[in-house]
C-alpha cells in the first residue's frame, strides 16, 4: 500500500503542475453539458417564414399572427410577389413561403373551405417534415376558433362538414425527404473538418515533442514559410478527401450536382484555410500530442453538434441560434447544400463568404501570434 500510495503522490501531483491539462479536463466536460443539450431538440423554433398576402383583410393577418403566436414561425418578409417570396428562399432568407389566395376571408365567412399554399425548403428534411405538420395543425386550430366566434359558419348553419382551411404543401429540393440528401452534404464537411483540424494541430504538435522544432528555428526558414509548409499538405488532403467523398455522394447515394462544381471547391478551399489555421493555433498551444487532442475534439464536437448536421438549427434557442452564426461549420455545411441540392449561385451565399473569410482572416492572424509568441 506503501508504494501504491507514493505512486499515486507522484500521479496527482504530475496532474496539477500540468495547469493546461487539468483546465481543460475540467472546464471541457462542463462547456459540453451546457451547451450540447441544445442541439438534442427536436422541437423547431423560429422557423422562417415568407408571406404572401393576396388577400389583405382581417382573417388573413389574423392567420399570420397566429402562425408565429407559438414561436414555432417567426416572418422574416412580407412580400407582395412570388419572384421576391422565391429568391428568399434561394438565398437561404427564408425557409418556408406561406401564400394566402384571394378571397380567403369571404370564402370562409360563405364555408367554403379556401386552399393555403405552402411551399418549405426541404433542404433540411427532418424540419421541414416537422413544419409542414404544424402548419396544418395550426390551420386547423384557426378555423375552429373562427367557428367558435361564430365568425364563420358552423356545422349545423352549414348542414355540411364544418369550414376549414386546406393547406396544400409542396417540398422544394428534396420532395421525398430523403435523408441522405440531408446528411451526405453535411459529412462532406465533417471529412475535412477532421482532416484539416485534428492532424494539423497533431503533425505540428510533433515537431515539439521531437525537439526538430529548435532545430527549424536556427534555419533561414522564416514562420510564415514554415507555417505554409504544415499547412499547405494538409490543405491538399483535405481536397482530395473532398473529391473522393464529391464522387461517392454523385454515384452511390445519387446527391444531385444542382450547382457549379468550382463554386463549391472555392467556398470549401476557404473553409479549409480558417480551419488549418484553427489547427496551428491549437498546436502553438499545446506541448504534446494529448493536449492537443483535448481541445481538438472539444472544438469539433461543439462546432459540429451546433451546426445542424444532425439536428435541425431552427430547433435550439434563440440565442443559440444567434451564436451559430459565427459557426464555420454551420456556413460550409450550408454552402454545400445551397450548391449541390438548390443550384445556388456565388451571389446567394455571399453571406457564407463573408462570414468563411472572417473566420479565416481570425485564425490565420492568431495563428502568426501564438506562433510568435511561443517561439520568437
Request: with cysteine.
Amino acid at each position: 500500500m506503501r508504494k501504491l500510495s507514493i505512486l499515486l503522490k507522484k500521479e496527482f501531483l504530475q496532474i496539477f503542475r500540468d495547469r493546461y491539462m487539468l483546465r481543460v479536463v475540467i472546464l471541457l466536460p462542463i462547456v459540453q453539458l451546457l451547451v450540447l443539450p441544445l442541439a438534442a431538440d427536436y422541437d423547431i423554433k423560429n422557423f422562417r417564414m415568407a408571406a404572401i398576402d393576396r388577400d389583405h383583410t382581417q382573417f388573413s393577418r389574423r392567420l399570420l399572427t397566429k402562425l408565429q403566436a407559438g414561436g414555432y414561425f417567426s416572418l422574416v418578409g412580407s412580400v407582395p410577389s412570388w419572384k421576391q417570396a422565391e429568391q428568399m428562399i434561394e438565398q437561404g432568407e427564408a425557409d418556408m413561403i406561406v401564400e394566402i389566395p384571394v378571397d380567403f376571408e369571404r370564402d370562409m365567412v360563405l364555408g367554403r373551405s379556401p386552399e393555403v399554399s405552402v411551399h418549405i425548403s426541404a433542404i433540411n428534411g427532418l424540419s421541414a417534415g416537422v413544419a409542414a405538420n404544424y402548419v396544418n395543425s395550426i390551420a386547423g386550430d384557426f378555423a375552429t376558433e373562427l367557428a367558435a366566434e361564430q365568425l364563420v359558419p358552423t356545422p349545423a348553419e352549414a348542414k355540411t362538414v364544418p369550414t376549414r382551411i386546406e393547406t396544400a404543401v409542396q417540398e422544394w429540393y428534396n420532395p421525398r425527404f430523403d435523408y441522405k440528401t440531408v446528411i451526405v452534404p453535411g459529412i462532406l464537411a465533417l471529412l475535412i473538418t477532421i482532416a484539416g483540424l485534428s492532424m494539423t494541430a497533431l503533425n505540428s504538435v510533433k515537431e515539439k515533442e521531437r525537439g526538430t522544432i529548435e532545430q527549424l528555428n536556427v534555419t533561414p526558414m522564416n514562420r510564415l514559410q514554415y507555417m505554409l509548409a504544415k499547412m499547405i499538405p494538409f490543405f491538399a488532403i483535405g481536397l482530395v478527401q473532398f473529391t473522393i467523398g464529391l464522387v461517392i455522394a454523385r454515384t452511390v447515394y445519387s446527391i444531385p450536382m444542382a450547382g457549379n462544381v468550382f463554386l463549391l471547391y472555392g467556398i470549401v478551399a476557404l473553409y479549409l484555410v480558417g480551419v488549418l489555421c484553427l489547427g496551428f493555433v491549437i498546436a502553438n498551444l499545446s506541448e504534446t500530442q494529448v493536449q492537443a487532442i483535448f481541445p481538438t475534439f472539444f472544438i469539433m464536437m461543439i462546432l459540429i453538434l451546433m451546426s445542424g448536421l444532425f439536428t435541425p438549427v431552427e430547433s435550439m434557442p434563440e440565442w443559440a441560434q444567434r451564436v451559430n452564426t459565427v459557426n464555420p461549420v454551420a456556413h460550409v455545411i450550408s454552402s454545400i447544400k445551397m450548391v449541390m441540392i438548390k443550384g445556388s449561385s456565388a451571389g446567394y451565399l455571399l453571406w457564407h463568404w463573408v462570414w468563411l473569410g472572417l473566420f479565416a482572416a481570425a485564425m490565420g492572424v492568431l495563428s502568426v501570434v501564438t506562433f510568435r509568441k511561443l517561439r520568437a
